[in-house]
């Protein structure tokens, strides 16, 4: 069987909290302000109460609220494939799997938190979500959330971005959402850098706090992120949960759960269902993958420090190449971030999640073995966890085991193509970041004692 | 239940052909230069054995062979959607259902076909296929199958669209298809084009006459077509075939069928399986939509003309604006054909397809709405049944009748966002040819007597 499927009824009706099982939790973030932990009143500015509870829970299943689900049974369960193509190309005794996330409609897996996230705020009463994007992919998702659920979405997206890559505007546009180039005249921070530079070109530092003070200057509006925080890495359990069911039905059980991460919520989707069966004894690896220009989990530190770039969020505990960290512009731009989820941060420093740093020249002829092959073209992201699936199949053939291999295509590539007319064209060039660079970056955060 | 999921088991393994139950046959194309019956001989230069067998079978079923059911087992069966949204968009008492066929790798229905007409020729020792493209749906849909099947792929792709689309040539040669401007330096036909002008945008009638070219001056080299003809429509059956097992789930039966036509390939696929219970009884509607500004099933004339503009094609019997129509650029590139699949034609001749020609500003109006209600953007060729499916349930609702409405989302529409930034910012128009312009092009047509 290549495609195996589950019906609507063996959709998961709750999402697994890995906070009920890790063997340490990751200490509290900090008010920026006080260096305390922050209160759960400090957030209510601008998240859902109902948001805020997850993000502390320790209870181990979370129900999916019923409009929810039935949101996601119109894309969900997706289908899980035997990479039958692929293992044959590389003639491999290895079983590759891949959960295929690209086939909601908004092409990627953040919908998976984007709904619940517009449902909560919705029975809460709130008539508007601000957030920022930079490539688009999170916007997208919230601004097609927010037309089915019936809530207004303003998104601030990088300038550059905006200006250069109009696929993904149109389409948060076609979907309803309100899409301002970042640095905006909406805002007093937007504002202020407008000032200064009327031509600046946008961080997603920048729209980060566009959108936070969008959300605190209006009581109706809250902030919405698409990746890093407990309770959206909560909601892409689901993709897991799934997984399991499948395999079970393929009778096999992975030896290695592969998944891309930037801010972690496709990796932790993945892999937390997996990892409460290593945490409970069972023996599997799970690799998070990033690309070598933005090594946060193999060359940063674990340490306290602001999750955005303008220092306007709580401290985090992660590993993070420093806040003003600026990583060059590689195609795969949804792991581009300094840091990382607190939750993948202090598993993979608990030895529970390994990580691996990989070159994009390396993850794109990955990404076209795997289109000629397999038929589908996976997003840049996604072809990250493709180079280190191929990887390791390839080792399992050197030592002739059939290990299982199940890896997460996060998203599809259609809206990346020029990326892909890069390589082809051999403009694509490989980037590692000096140590020194990181070092320099690292050595000017705050320090900050418990 | 929104989303009508069949299992691998439920995949039909026959195509059906409506040829064996027409109550009148399409008349035989005719070879160009003689005006006589084509003869299997003539088409063995450019195609395999065993579809020139399907174009003139009258056999019912027709096997589809192990190799091609793998590969449709990938991403087919298709779910079948209660558009839930869209009705209480609408506050009609219609069910509104829709076949998704953009969930496949490349976007539309054209896989259908592309993949069985790779594996004949692959079979039959064919090495390379070549084929036009306009606007590149059918150029990527066969360049995927030519990689999973192990065959070469050139596409003579329209310049203009080469030029001014970059996304579906990249498409294309990530999957491994060659991919060339039309006029190009590598066929006669192309170099005469550009010896007299070496800037020449390209037409799709040029592209064919190249790809045609190419495969007649190679011996292992073919063409392939990716509409009109009636092995192609054979392919894409199995889009009906698994309606009505869906429907038969959900306990329905169609009082409309409906589907865009450009060529008429998603609309047969969608339609021959209900339109054998018609012929033999039932009562259900098929309605085929094109765009206003290329009426040819509502305003053309039936009657023998060429497939291509530059005539080098056989004569097909068929609704026909005229050979040299040149339609207006619309965004739905896919239904600017000045011709119509015989099958099509002769069933719309018979009375046994309606047809409805619409304006493009209301097919955007609906297809917005569509994305709002429904999550998934629609291709623009798509938008045009959505709009016909809206208003018959608007119909209903004002006749107080729980009609059953079924249409066809023949593709999704990530690749012609700007089409929809044109409709959102106002800058798209309607337009209607004018009769005597059509008169004018119909009147050039050579007289056939049989």
Redesign the interface.
């Known amino acids: 069987?290549?495609?195996i499927?589950l019906?609507?009824k063996d959709l998961p009706m709750q999402w697994y909290n890995i906070q009920a099982d890790m063997p340490k939790l990751p200490p509290p973030p900090l008010n920026p302000q006080t260096k305390k932990p922050i209160s759960a009143d400090d957030l209510k500015v601008i998240f859902p109460i109902s948001l805020i509870e997850q993000e502390i829970s320790t209870q181990r299943w979370i129900n999916i609220p019923e409009e929810v689900l039935?949101?996601y049974?119109?894309?969900r369960p997706t289908p899980l494939?035997r990479a039958i193509?692929l293992e044959k190309a590389l003639q491999t005794p290895a079983k590759i799997y891949f959960k295929h996330e690209g086939?909601g409609?908004a092409?990627s897996h953040k919908t998976n938190t984007s709904i619940p996230q517009a449902y909560y705020n919705k029975i809460e009463g709130i008539k508007r979500i601000a957030t920022e994007t930079g490539a688009g992919q999170w916007g997208s998702a919230l601004s097609?959330a927010g037309?089915?659920m019936g809530i207004e979405i303003t998104v601030y997206m990088v300038r550059v971005s905006y200006d250069q890559k109009?696929?993904r505007r149109?389409?948060m546009?076609?979907?309803?959402g309100k899409v301002y180039p970042s640095p905006s005249d909406k805002t007093e921070s937007g504002r202020r850098i407008l000032r200064e530079n009327p031509d600046h070109p946008g961080t997603l530092g920048i729209a980060i706090s566009e959108a936070v003070e969008d959300a605190a200057t209006h009581k109706d509006t809250n902030y919405a992120l698409g990746s890093v925080l407990n309770h959206v890495l909560l909601h892409q359990t689901i993709i897991g949960l799934e997984c399991k069911k499948q395999l079970e039905i393929a009778g096999d059980y992975p030896d290695i759960v592969i998944g891309c991460c930037g801010g972690g919520s496709n990796l932790g989707g993945v892999s937390f269902p997996f990892l409460y069966d290593k945490i409970h004894g069972k023996e599997v690896r799970v690799i998070a993958v990033e690309p070598s220009s933005c090594p946060t989990l193999t060359k940063g530190e674990f340490r306290y420090d602001y999750g955005d770039t303008a220092g306007l969020t709580p401290f985090l505990m992660m590993y993070t190449l420093g806040h003003d960290f600026v990583p060059p512009g590689i195609h795969a731009g949804g792991l581009r971030y300094h840091g990382d989820s607190p939750l993948v941060s202090q598993l993979c420093h608990d030895g529970l999640i390994e990580a691996v740093a990989v070159g994009q020249t390396a993850v794109f002829e990955s990404a076209?073995l795997f289109?000629?092959?397999?038929?589908?073209?996976p997003a840049p992201e996604s072809a990250h966890a493709i180079k280190v699936a191929i990887d390791e199949a390839l080792k399992a053939k050197e030592e002739g085991k059939r290990k299982v291999i199940l890896f997460n295509l996060s998203g599809i590539g259609?809206?990346d193509?020029?990326s892909?007319?890069a390589y082809?064209s051999g403009k694509l060039t490989d980037f590692e970041y000096p140590d020194e660079k990181i070092k320099e970056s690292l050595s000017q955060l705050p320090e900050i004692k418990l």
Chains 1, 2 share one sequence.
């Open positions: 069987m290549r495609r499927l019906s609507e039935n949101i049974a119109s894309f494939y193509g086939l409609p092409g097609l037309a089915l109009p696929y149109i389409m546009e076609t979907w309803g076209i289109a000629r092959s397999e038929g589908i073209i259609f809206l193509l020029p892909y007319e082809l």
